[in-house]
């Protein structure tokens, strides 16, 4: 496992964190973590250098309001020792704050939710323009302050999705220790991007990486010039390991958070964490990704399979359908397409496809990317059938 300082903190933290949304869990059910296949993984990641461990409130939930399963399995997953060998990081859910004392009341349920009695590195969860204005007018700051002091929390930090100017507005709005921000080859320069990184990490904030894989979308399914990209590659590197290479071709990103569920893609991530080094791509390997990246223009929605858009009041499938939809403008001709209705029509039940939208825009307001949801799922029920 390699280890970069994080920013003005002086923390050493491994190259991969462990990203706690996306465990193995039983029938499908998101609520339901599969304890036996998701604490082994999570503690032979540790054992095996991993010392950065991500959740969040809302985490394995039934709905981005409610307060979800994974702050919880992070805390049995933490006993026997292992909270000692860690950094833990959780995220304030800036949604259900409506007074100064909500933040003090959520950190404390968090506190106790997650069996410690301090987070290491606490963020703001999934800041804009619109959550920013109303926290300052609560008083986030002297909060953060006061949590400081009393040493609920070591470090502050903020998650992010909204544009650039945004975000160097909130960078410089307060004193924060780091920062999250999406970040893959995809989005070099989305939202906060490239720029927004770099202006950070020149600030002394640590920076955290969230969607390295865009939710999969860049390892699951990939569409024909994407494989023949990589295929045509001199090296032989799985869609992962080109993906996180990428990230942690950046020395700016200090810790690169990965949400996985299976003990294969912990091994294979520790594997490439062990190897991919900050300026170690060459011009041929970059040539490659930019390959792929040119196939993935195509892309009509830019989900990542997050699911606070979920549930829908009236059951669409939300991130299934753009998944269908955007895998149809990757297809070539009319006998793939086609052949891509049949399935939809079998795997999307048809009170769960986007035809069934009724556009009542609940979705839209809890989408980090924000995608004009209803508008994209009219779109896709014409082309999908």
Known sequence: MQYRTFGKTGESVSVLGFGCMRLPVVGGVASQIDDAKAIPMLRHAIDSGVNYVDT???????????????????????????RE?????????????ETREDMDRLLNEQLQRLETDRIDFYLVHALNAGTWSKLVSLGIGKFLDSALKDGRIRYAGFSFHDDLPVFKEIVDAYDWSFCQIQYNYLDEYFQAGKEGMEYAAARGLGISIMEPLRGGRLVNDLPEGVRKAFEGASQRRTPAEWALRWVWNHPEAHVTLSGMGTMEQVEENMRTAAEAAAGSMTAKELDVVAQARDVFRWTKVSCTGCEYCMPCPVGVDIPANFKF??????????????????????????????????????????????????????LAAEVLG
Do not use: M
């Open 85 to 97: 060998k860690v950094f833990l990081a959780t995220k304030l859910p800036s949604w259900l704050v």
């Open 325 to 378: 939809y955007n895998e149809y403008y990757f297809l070539s001709n009319d006998n793939q397409r086609n052949g891509l209705k049949k399935v939809y029509d079998t795997k999307i039940p048809a009170d769960a496809r986007a035809s069934s939208c009724v556009e009542c825009g609940t979705c839209e307001e809890h989408c980090p990317q924000h995608i004009a949801i209803p508008q994209e799922l009219r």
């Open 56 to 82: 969040a409130y809302p985490y394995h939930g039934e709905g981005f309001g409610k307060a979800g399963f994974s702050e919880p399995f992070v805390g049995r997953a933490l006993r026997d020792g292992y």
